[in-house]
Every structure is written in C-alpha cells, then in structure tokens.
C-alpha cells in the first residue's frame, strides 16, 4: 500500500472491529475497570453535526488509552429516544414516532460508526424500547412502594410503614409526608376504609398523585418541570408557559435534600455544576412560627431565617394563591383584592421576584398578633412571596429586608429597627424608621437571639427551628403520547400499581397524538386502555413519564443490558460500580444529573445497587460553534462582490452555506446550483477568487453553518475528523468550528505515513538501534501523551504528535523501536492508520491489545543546550552546544560562532560571562 487511502484503511478496521466484538465489554475481577459514559444522544431528524462527536472523541480517546494501561472498559453508547421533537412531527405528518425515531437512530449510528469509535454496541439501551422501559415502570412502581423514614434516613417499603400503622397509628413515625397529614391511632387506621387508607399512604409514596401547581404550557398541551422552563417560556419550542393547578404525579426528590446536598461533596464534578446544584437544593436554616388572626380560628404559618428580627415585624405578607386569602379579605377590600389576585395570578414566579419596579400587592383587612409582644399587624397580600416557597406567607420587617423594605415603602407601612445602627454583615442595612428595644431579645448576638426566640416558639408550641429547601418535589407526568406509560390503574378514583407480571405495560395505538376532544392526553383515544383485576376493568393512566425518566438510570441497564429478571445483575453492578467519566453538556446540571443521582441513592436504600453517586468524574464539553461565511449581494441585482471589494458598492451581506466555501473562497459553481434563485449569479472577483467574510455564531440550519461529520469524514476520513476536533482547543472550551486549519491535520497524518514506507511505497522499516535523538523525540512525546490524557488535555497531545513526526522526518527515522510504539501512543487519537500500520509492521493482534509504552528518564534528559548569546545585553544568537562542556569551551565555541564574528565587528570582549547550561554574555 503506497499511499494513505483513509478510506479503504478506515472501512478495514471498522468493519474488523465491529465483526470481531473487540470492544464487548465482560466482567473480569482479575482487571481494573474503567466506565467510561457519554450522555446519550436524542436522535433527532437533523442528525450528527460535528459538535455532536466533540465528548465522543474525548471519551474515546481515554478509554483506548485505559485499554493499553491494562484496564478492562465499558464504554457504551445508546439513545435517549422518547421525547417531544418526534412527537410534534408526528404530529404534523401523522408518522408514528416508532418509526421516526427507528429511522433517525439508523442515521446516527451509520454517523457514529464512520467515526471509529470503541463502544461496545452490544450494550445498546434504547429508552423507547419495551425491553428497556418495563425497567423505568418496575423502578417507579418501587418508588410508589416506598417511603423515606427519617429516623433510618434512608427510603423504606410502605410495607413497614403500614404495619406501624397497625401497630401504633402514625404518632411516632418519623418519615417525610404531605404538610396536611393527619395523625391517627392504631385504633382509628384500623376503623378507616380502604379509600381513606389508599389517601393517607399517597400522602407518603415516594411518587405520589396530588393536585399541584405546575407549569402549564399550552402550545406543547403539557406540563413542565421546572428545568424546562426558561424566563417563562418552554426551553424546547420557546412557548409561553403559565401556572396552573393540576392533579400530578411527583417525585418525592426533596426526601433526598440533604443527601444531595452532602454527597456533592464526594464527587469530582466541575465547581460551577456543583454550585448549581447546590443552589437548586437551596438549603436554609431558620425557623417555622405561626401567628394567630385576630377574630378568626385561623393561623397563619411562616418561614424565617431571621426570626431574631421578630420585634421588628409590620406586617405579614401572603402569597395570592396563599389558601387563606379569601377567608381574611373582609368586605370593604374585596374589590381591590380579587381584581389585585387575578392580574397577580397571571405572572410567573420569575417577574414576580425579579420585577422591582412594579411592586403590588393588597391589604386584607384583617390582623394578626405577633406572639412575642402581642401586637396588632396587617396582613397583606404581595407580589413577591411565593406560593411554593416555605409556608408561602413572611412576617416583613421592612427595616432589616430589602423587598420587605421596598415594599413598606410603596405601601407606607410602618418600618421599624430591631437593633440600632448598622446591621450584621451581608444584611440589609436598616434604613431609618423608629427603633424598637425588646428585652426580650436585645443585646444578643444574631446567633444567640435565635436560638432564644426559637426556644420561646417551641415552650408556646407555636413553632421550631426548620430547614427549608428551595427544592420542589418534581413534576413526573406530561400529557404527552411519546413516553413511558405509567403502570397505574384508577379504583374509586385512587392509583394503584399494575402487577409486577404485567410488565411491560406497552405503549397502546392512539389514531391522532393529539388531545382527545375533552382534553385528555393523547392515551384517552387509545382502545381498550384499561386494567383487568379479578374480572373488573379500571381505567389506565393517561399521562406518561417525562423525558427524564430513562436517562435516570441509564447508566446501570448498560452493564447488563439484556436482564430479563432485573434491571441490572447484581455481579455486573458489583464490577462496575460508578461512571469513571462522565462527559457531556453542562446544561443538565439541575436536571438530569440531580434526577440521576435521586435514584440512584433511592436504588441503593433499597439494596438494589452498590453506589450512591452515579458519576464518580464529570467533565462538561464545551460547545462547537458554527462559523458562519457571508456573500455580498449588491442591493437589487443577482450580483455578489468578493469582500475585500464590497465598501466600493451598495451591499448587503448574506449567509452562504459554508460547506461550498474553501478557505473562506466561494465555489462559484457549487453557489450557482445552490439555490434555483442564484442560478444566474454573477460576480465581482479580487484576484480572480471571491472571498467570503465569516463569523462566528450558534451551530444551526438557518445560518447555514452546520457542518456534518459526514463530509468531512468523506473529504479527510475519521483519524482526521478526530484529531482536528481536539485539536480546535481545550475540550472544555467553547469554540468555532474553522476548517481552515484542517488540511495541516491531514498533512500531518500523511506525513506520520510516510515515515514507514519509501519513495516506491515499500514498507521501509529497519531493525536498526534507533539513535538518541530519535529515541528522545519518542520518548518525549510518550510521556507528553500520557500527562495530557490523565489532565484530560487533548489539544495538546495533537501538537506533541506533530512535533514528534516533524522531529523524526528531519531525522529520516525507519527504526521499528522507535516507529511502533510511536504507533501505540497515536493509537487513541487515530486508531485507523494506527492499525494499519501495525499490521503492515507484521502484527497479528490488533493495537487495542497493545501495551502503552513507558517513557524513559534516560532519553528525556537534555545533553545539548541551546544557548541564548548577548552582545551588551541585546541577544544575537543562539547556539546550541553539549552540556558537558566547560566554561572555556563554551566561551571559544561561542567567539568561534560566524553569527556572533559579525556582531562583534572585529572588536575583542572585554568581558565574558558564562553560565553553564543557561546563557551566555559578552561585554564589548
Ligand atoms: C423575616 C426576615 C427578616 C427575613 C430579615 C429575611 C431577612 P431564603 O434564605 O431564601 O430561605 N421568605 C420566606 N418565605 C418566602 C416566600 N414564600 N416568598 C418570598 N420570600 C419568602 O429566604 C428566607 C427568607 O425569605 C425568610 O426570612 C422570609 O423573610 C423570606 F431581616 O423573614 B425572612
């Protein structure tokens, strides 16, 4: 074989690696293993744009890397294949989703195959796949037979729950449950119906059916989690979101709060994800009280971190869907606060907390006492408390809380100092108002003062130190037809779960994906939707899971993908434990990766796994850009101007699709058939070429930026797809796709080429002892490769590989000792050439059996020195001498140097300084 024909070379090895199995992963106690996982892609109708492979590659390269180090890996790969976009377009065209989706795998495992990699595609999952989602049922169904007992602090069968119950009603449970729960006796659960038994225990299921209020998204027709709504609208399709009461099924995430919160402490994870989920999980420390509403039976309950200011308090303030709204508003206001609650009601969490400027709100009329000193205060509704935060009510103290403040002041409300002069740090700082002294709790410091007045709360029996979270329990059902159906049937109006053996409940046919007439979800028209239990027929859910429920545990299914008996074996479990690496995008970060590792930790309280983190490593790619070229039209006619000529006319500057421009010149040819309109283009040329401006923006059809893999795989081939993607920079940055530095990559594998074969494509390689200066360029670059690797650093490794090749072409090097395990070390970056090359050497095996080389010390140390010379401080040359010279010789050698004759001009130094294996200065 004469030349590099990446295409032939790269078609042998896929399909050998692929027929082969090389990379089917086996349990095997007697290796170290490493799991290595991508976040799995949605197979979307647009297919592979070269951002897609960015982690992949990363990934890729560590895990072949790991494999020469010894260790034995998993490295799968698979689809995340319910989801929205397949669902609207069946919608729009009434193609099943099964089979858009089918198609659209297809496409993007023929794209990924192209690119070489190692995944060991006999553990393909597929979270649209019966076989798959019977396992996200069985785990829900789990999570509905379990409850979190905080005294274990750990998730629990509700079967142990119920037998206390029976024993001693739920006066000592100590578990997490709705606010509204009642307690009972043993005597009295035994009285209660099985409906009333079935309300009490949704009331402590981990997932649990209850009227919520959740964000609605009318143009989707269903509800979003949190995460999937940004600023108001709906991250998927930008529709406008509002809020809305529903019967939902949750997930009881909050039980898990503090542990998510801790554990974050244990894995290895970028600080800003952390941070976010920390944020998220928003744990605060304060205190719970109630407050007593004049003339009413009625208590109105608050959350506060700073219950030391409790003398300071003007007013209280609820949220407008606060229950008690109606009760308190008397007469005389109810005009102002129905109109007032129904403009407030329309407004998202979002501006209510963020619009300063249009403070609203409304008085009651009614008064509350505060405890402490028996005042009358005002209760008022206002804008800025939120309804799904703490008890949705604050006592204000406008002197010592900004929006407490501001609102005080647009209200003229009473503002009143707790404690003279400036306050503790990070407060706010009280701004005037009268100054109120409480012996009660004066000359206290702040930590002090609460724990006092905490105690006063718990000797009345009006409250106690509480944790709060800004976590809320997640929504898990969509009114959507493509996703998991939930394997629950109504009795009486109350869920319960399917048998265990009825497993998979499969997706029904439905003859529209739309809303049934009255509004159910898209399941309503399906056929015989129903349940058969002791020859009765129950209705089946209607709603199904949301799109993060298979991407929830993906990652255990992978090890032991093909478990007819449980969702993962318990010895592939063992093996594997945790992801080693984790590479993918950081937008999950309150998603996904929260969700993940919920269930992960509810898996292992169950006994079911070994680990309670999921993702031990976590690296987040940054996104590839596109680089966006332009054409000048000039204004009205079919005419473009190349840019450098384009300030002489009247422009206007236009997107061309980048793949018909090379180097930012246009392929005149290619534009003309581009589109029918430039059929007849014609062009103002520089130099003969047009010349195309280009910029960098977001990756998308409409810019005509997108770069498929596919092309440049069919132009250059993978290895150099592969290196140029971690050669573009550091794989955590964002950066522009510019391909303008892709024909160097290219070049330099074909350079890499030519080193094993000559002029008349003979292999040319020699069993000759290579020399020290091709050992040490081998050498370095062995080690170079291996730190990058393990610093995750990939860039840099492409660059020590060119260097490597230069150094060794200029050395005219053909030595076997040096050439194959140049090899070995390239092999993760550009496994095609790398195997072929191998084999051309007279290999049998292939290189992924290969062992990484070890960098020698003896051929990294330098013998030579390149020596900056000095005439009068200004360098003049730089000469490169043995290091074992001495100072006199340095000093002849250097005067020797004809460079250095001519800056010194005839004259003789005055004075040399020699400083061995440093530099060299002459003074003349
Ligand atoms: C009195 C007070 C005085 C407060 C003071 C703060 C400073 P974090 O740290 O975020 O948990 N709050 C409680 N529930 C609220 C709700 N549903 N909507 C809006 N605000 C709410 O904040 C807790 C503090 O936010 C609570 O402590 C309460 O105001 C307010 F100098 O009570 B504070």
Redesign the pocket.
């Known amino acids: 074989m004469a030349d590099y024909n990446f295409r032939e070379v790269e078609q042998k090895w896929q399909s050998y690696w692929e027929s082969s199995k090389q990379f089917e992963a086996k349990v095997d106690a007697t290796k170290p293993k490493f799991y290595s996982l991508d976040m799995f892609p949605y197979p979307s109708g647009a297919g592979l744009h070269v951002g897609h492979p960015l982690g992949y590659i990363a990934s890729d390269i560590v895990t072949r890397f790991k494999r020469l180090k010894g260790f034995n890996v998993l490295h799968p790969m698979g689809y995340d294949s319910f989801g929205l976009p397949a669902e609207q377009y069946a919608i729009q065209t009434g193609q099943h989703p099964a089979i858009t989706t089918e198609e659209n795998i297809r496409r993007y495992t023929a794209q990924l195959k192209r690119i070489g990699f190692a995944f060991d595609w006999s553990k393909e999952v597929r979270t649209s796949a019966p076989n798959y989602y019977r396992w996200t049922q069985w785990i829900f169904m789990q999570l509905f037979d379990s409850y979190y007992d905080l005294q274990a602090d750990k998730a629990l069968p509700i079967k142990s729950l119920t037998e206390t119950f029976e024993q001693a009603g739920n006066t000592t449970v100590q578990a997490v449950c709705d606010d509204d729960t009642e307690t009972f006796s043993a005597a009295e659960w035994a009285a209660y119906s099985e409906r009333r038994k079935q309300e009490i225990l949704l009331k402590y299921r981990l997932t649990f059916l209850a009227e919520t209020t959740v964000n609605w998204c009318p143009a989707l027709g269903t509800v979003l989690s949190n995460d999937e709504v940004k600023d108001g609208f709906s991250e998927r399709g930008g529709h406008p979101v509002e809020r809305k009461k529903m019967m939902q099924w949750s997930m009881r995430i909050t039980s898990y709060a503090d542990r998510l919160l801790r554990d974050l402490e244990t894995v290895d994870w970028p600080e800003p994800v952390k941070e976010m989920q920390r944020n998220w999980i ?3 420390t ?1 205190a719970e009280m109630v407050f007593q509403v004049e003339g009413h039976p009625l208590q109105i309950k ?9 003398y ?2 003007t007013y209280l ?1 609820l ?1 407008p869907e606060h229950e008690y709204v109606e009760l308190l508003t008397t007469d005389t206001e109810r005009e102002t606060v129905e109109a007032y609650v129904e403009t407030a009601k329309n407004r998202s969490e979002r501006d209510r ?1 963020s619009d300063v400027k249009t403070i609203s709100g409304a008085f009651t009329g009614s008064y509350a006492i505060n405890p402490f000193n028996g005042e009358r205060i005002q209760i008022w509704i ?1 804008d ?14 406008p ?6 403040y501001n609102f005080a002041r647009h209200f003229n409300l009473e503002i009143r100092q707790v404690i003279e002069g400036s ?1 503790e740090e990070g ?2 700082p009280g701004k005037g108002g009268t100054i109120m002294n409480s012996d009660f709790l004066n000359g206290l410091e702040m930590q002090a003062a609460m724990n006092k007045a905490i105690a006063f709360l718990e000797e009345k029996k009006i409250g106690k130190g509480k944790i ?1 979270y ?1 976590m809320r329990d997640a929504i898990f059902t969509r009114q959507r037809y493509w996703g998991e159906p939930l394997p629950v049937y109504f009795k009486d109006g109350l869920p319960y779960l399917i048998d265990e053996k009825d497993l998979p409940l499969v997706l029904p046919e439905v003859d529209k994906f739309l809303p049934t007439e009255d509004g159910a979800p898209p399941l309503g028209r399906a056929k015989n939707w129903t349940y058969q239990v002791q020859g009765q027929e129950y209705p089946l859910e209607l709603s199904t899971m949301p799109g993060w429920a298979g991407s929830s545990w993906y990652f255990f299914r992978y090890m032991d993908p093909a478990n007819e008996r449980e969702f993962v074996g318990r010895q592939a479990e063992k093996y594997w434990g945790s992801v080693d690496l984790y590479i993918g995008g950081a937008e999950h970060a309150t998603g996904h990766l929260l969700y993940s590792r919920f269930w992960t930790k509810f898996l292992y309280d169950l006994g079911y796994v070994s680990i309670e983190e999921p993702f031990r490593k976590m690296i987040n790619q940054g996104m590839i850009q596109g680089r966006s070229n332009f054409v000048f039209r000039k204004k009205g006619t079919n005419t473009f101007v190349s840019a450098g000529l384009r300030h002489e006319y009247d422009t206007v500057p236009m997107h061309v699709d980048v793949n018909i421009v090379y180097n930012d010149q246009l392929d005149l040819e290619a534009f003309k058939q581009w589109r029918p309109d430039l059929a007849d283009a014609s062009f103002i040329l520089e130099d003969g070429k047009y010349l195309c401006t280009a910029e960098v923006e977001k990756m998308s059809k409409s810019k005509y930026n997108v770069v498929n893999p596919d092309d440049v795989i069919e132009r250059y081939g993978a290895d150099t797809l592969r290196l140029y993607e971690m050669f573009l920079g550091p794989l955590e940055q964002f950066k522009p796709w510019n391909t303008n530095g892709i024909d160097g990559v290219y070049k330099f594998l074909r350079k890499l080429w030519k080193l094993y074969f000559d002029t008349n494509g003979q292999l040319a390689v020699t069993e000759e002892s290579p020399s020290k200066e091709e050992s040490k360029a081998l050498h370095k670059a062995i080690k170079k490769v291996e730190e990058d690797i393990d610093r995750y650093s990939f860039n840099t490794s492409v660059s020590t590989f060119m260097i490597c090749v230069n150094e060794l072409s200029a050395l005219k090097c053909n030595k076997r000792a040096i050439l194959e395990p140049l090899l070995v070390i390239l092999s993760p970056y550009a496994p095609h050439i790398a195997e072929e090359l191998w084999q051309q050497l007279g290999h049998e095996t292939s290189i992924i059996h290969a062992t990484y080389p070890e960098a020698k010390e003896e051929f990294l140390t330098e013998d030579t020195h390149e020596y900056p010379v000095s005439i009068n401080g200004k360098m003049r040359a730089k000469i490169t001498l043995p290091l074992d010279l001495s100072k006199e010789e340095i000093e002849k050698q250097a005067l020797a140097n004809d460079a250095l004759q001519k800056w010194l001009d005839g004259k003789s130094p005055k004075k040399i300084i020699v400083v061995p294996g440093k530099i060299v200065n002459i003074v003349v």
């Open positions: 928003g744990k605060s304060g608050v959350f506060t971190t700073r219950i030391d200011t409790i300071g308090v303030a949220a907390m206002a800025y408390v939120l309804a799904g935060y703490g008890t949705g009510a604050v006592m204000a103290v002197a010592h809380d900004e929006r407490d306050m407060s706010f709060q800004r």
